[in-house]
T-cell receptor
Framework: ELKVEQNPLFLSMQEGKNYTIYCNYS?????LYWYRQDPGKSLESLFV?????AVKQEGRLMASLDTKARLSTLHITAAVHDLSATYFC?????????????FGKGTLLTVNP | EPEVTQTPSHQVTQMGQEVILRCVPI?????FYWYRQILGQKVEFLVS????????KSEIFDDQFSVERPDGSNFTLKIRSTKLEDSAMYFC???????????FGDGTRLSIL
């Protein structure tokens, strides 16, 4: 059974600081996704990482994937309040015609002024 | 931009009653999913649907659950006899191809009394 672990689960940051969220997963997968969820809202796709060494950047967020280490990171640069949300990594490890996602528990990010 | 739409946004039902949650996936998408998220917890996979049939279901998706795609546009989740523990946010998602992210609807908050 595929397991996805994120840490930290809670992250309180000062504006302007940098930090990294880690996502480890237990079985081989070449597809990893990062989603953002605002309170009471849906899941917004942030990044799709499809191969070893993939790096994607959007604004103050950068995601990377190391399939050999089964690790993805979401790096936050110079955090701003608008980044406050819950961030989920999700792994597609099923293959075939399923492509179901297994989610981590999420990281609740709070950026303080 | 096309989006996944879900109705209703909030459903309150007495325990033991049947409930149908409705979703309209993005029109050219081929893979369809239901997930649920109990308040404060991670997103859990329920069922995937491809080529007009269930391709995978989780342990949560027992005999009380069923899905249908009755008319080529709607995708429904039915719970026959609801239990208190079915209270959760239910998300519908769809995708077009394997290497693309799943697009999530805004969810239906199901409250069982």
């Amino acid at each position: 059974e595929l397991k996805v672990e994120q840490n930290p689960l809670f992250l309180s940051m000062q504006e302007g600081k940098n930090y990294t969220i880690y996502c480890n997963y237990s079985t081989t997968s070449d597809r990893l996704y990062w989603y953002r969820q605002d309170p009471g809202k849906s899941l917004e796709s942030l990044f799709v990482l499809l191969s070893n060494g993939a790096v994607k950047q959007e604004g103050r967020l950068m995601a990377s994937l190391d399939t050999k280490a089964r690790l993805s990171t979401l790096h936050i640069t110079a955090a701003v309040h608008d980044l406050s949300a819950t961030y989920f990594c999700a792994v597609d490890g099923s293959g075939g015609s399923n492509y179901k996602l297994t989610f981590g528990k999420g990281t609740l990010l709070t950026v303080n002024p | 931009e096309p989006e996944v739409t879900q109705t209703p946004s909030h459903q309150v039902t007495q325990m033991g009653q049947e409930v149908i949650l409705r979703c309209v996936p993005i029109s050219n998408h081929l893979y369809f999913y239901w997930y649920r998220q109990i308040l404060g917890q991670k997103v859990e996979f329920l069922v995937s649907f491809y080529n007009n049939e269930i391709s995978e279901k989780s342990e949560i998706f027992d005999d009380q659950f069923s899905v249908e795609r009755p008319d080529g546009s709607n995708f429904t989740l039915k719970i026959r006899s609801t239990k208190l523990e079915d209270s959760a946010m239910y998300f519908c998602a769809s995708k077009y191809r394997a290497n693309q992210p799943q697009h999530f609807g805004d969810g239906t908050r199901l409250s069982i009394l």
